[in-house]
């Protein structure tokens, strides 16, 4: 079953995405109508159970695989090639993301893990390289955005 975990944040994300109008009530006007019309069914606090994907057909190969329906906008923009979305560059991650620059492979979690593997290997160069010279010191180093 595919369900929507919603919360203020989620929310308004999804008026902010459908350009629906600020002073419009998300949940009276167009939760209690996407519910009245069977395509969801509002389960409890935020939560709502996403019915109209039970009614989608598979025709075809599998273009890809939606785990997280909490980011379901950048799939079709991932599919469709706009707005610079792209997958993590990361072994195994995969993970969907707004690419900033052309110089951003990674989603922000797997940035922050190797930008920490990246420093380690900069400070056991800088730290060794003193050793040999005869000069020990502290690695203070400044890391580079991956």
């Not at 902010?16 to 009276?28: A, E, Y």
């Not at 109209?52 to 909490?70: H, L, R």
């Not at 989603?107 to 930008?115: R, T």
Request: with cysteine; net charge positive.
């Amino acid at each position: 079953m595919s369900y929507f975990k919603g919360g203020i944040k989620k929310y308004n994300n999804i008026k902010k995405m459908s350009n629906i109008p600020v002073k419009m009530l998300l949940n009276d006007e167009v939760i209690n109508t996407l519910e009245k019309l069977e395509l969801v069914t509002i389960v409890h606090k935020g939560t709502i159970l996403l019915d109209y994907i039970k009614n989608c057909k598979q025709e075809g190969d599998v273009a890809f695989s939606i785990t997280d329906f909490d980011n379901i906008g950048l799939y079709l923009d991932w599919f469709s090639k706009e707005n610079k979305i792209i997958k993590c560059e990361n072994e195994g991650c995969e993970e969907l993301f707004k690419q900033s620059n052309h110089t951003h492979k990674y989603c922000k979690i797997c940035a922050k893990e190797i930008d920490k593997e990246l420093n380690k290997e900069r400070c056991k160069k800088y730290y060794n390289n003193k050793v040999s010279h005869g000069t020990e010191k502290s690695c203070n180093l400044t890391v580079a955005r991956v």
